[in-house]
């Protein structure tokens, strides 16, 4: 089953706009919800993570709103320009046995941000 | 070279051959994955190393066969894989700092085509 739902699959933006992508979980073993930006030909790239005793964390433009409570957590990004048109995954982990950590994915949002 | 490094980046093969995609961590982590990406499809976790040990088989089929040798090298060795199994395998690496989840780092990718 899908643990990590994301929404919306896609989104279009014009530059200056604040797009916003959706996760919602179900698991509350997780205890760490990173958020990673893919590039055409490139592996994900860590953007920003919080942790389930924070509500709010900003780096930069991006900000992730989390709620605890409803099980849902989004990504932010201010004043976006046409060089933040990647797919982005949000993610949810666990702690596995010895030293790993499990992190499972929801299904990706390609955001595309107009001049 | 600083990150994770993934060899070769694009892999052609047939149902017959035998092939491996090598990836090596520079950044001293003591946890390895193997992560599958197809079109459409979240990314799905395969193999879990920790310390040089299988920590997580995530019902993979037999034709792929991980090797960890030490904490810097990861291989998946392939075998009379399907055309299904055609899709970006990407490594990643992470570091344990105690009772938490933290995220991964990830390689670029090998793109696998199987004819």
């Known amino acids: 089953q899908q643990q990590v739902k994301q929404s919306p699959q896609s989104l279009i933006v014009q530059k200056g706009g604040i797009p916003i992508i959706n996760c919602a979980y179900e698991?509350?073993?997780?205890?760490?919800f990173p958020w990673y930006q893919q590039f055409p030909g490139k592996g994900p790239a860590l953007l920003i993570a919080?942790?389930?005793?924070?509500s709010e964390k900003k780096e930069g433009r991006f900000t992730i709103s989390f709620n605890k409570s409803a099980k849902q957590f989004s990504l932010h990004i201010m004043d976006s320009q046409p060089g933040d048109s990647a797919t982005y995954f949000c993610a949810a982990s666990k702690r596995m046995a010895g030293t790993a950590s499990k992190l499972t994915f929801g299904t990706g949002t390609r955001l595309q941000v107009t001049l | 070279e600083t990150g994770v490094t993934q060899t070769p980046r694009h892999l052609v093969m047939g149902m017959t051959n035998k092939k491996s995609l090598k990836c090596e961590q520079h950044l001293g982590h003591n946890a390895m994955y193997w992560y599958k990406q197809s079109a459409k499809k979240p990314l799905e976790l395969m193999f879990v190393y920790s310390l040089e040990e299988r920590v997580e088989n995530n019902s993979v089929p037999s034709r792929f066969s991980p090797e960890c040798p030490n904490s810097s090298h990861l291989f998946l060795h392939l075998h009379t894989l399907q055309p299904e199994d055609s899709a970006l395998y990407l490594c990643?690496?992470?570091?344990?700092?105690?009772?938490?989840?933290?995220?991964?780092?990830f390689g670029s990718g090998t793109r696998l085509t199987v004819v």
């Open positions: 990643a690496s992470s570091q344990d700092h105690g009772t938490a989840s933290y995220g991964y780092t």
């Open positions: 698991n509350t073993a997780f205890d760490y």
């Open positions: 919080i942790r389930p005793d924070v």
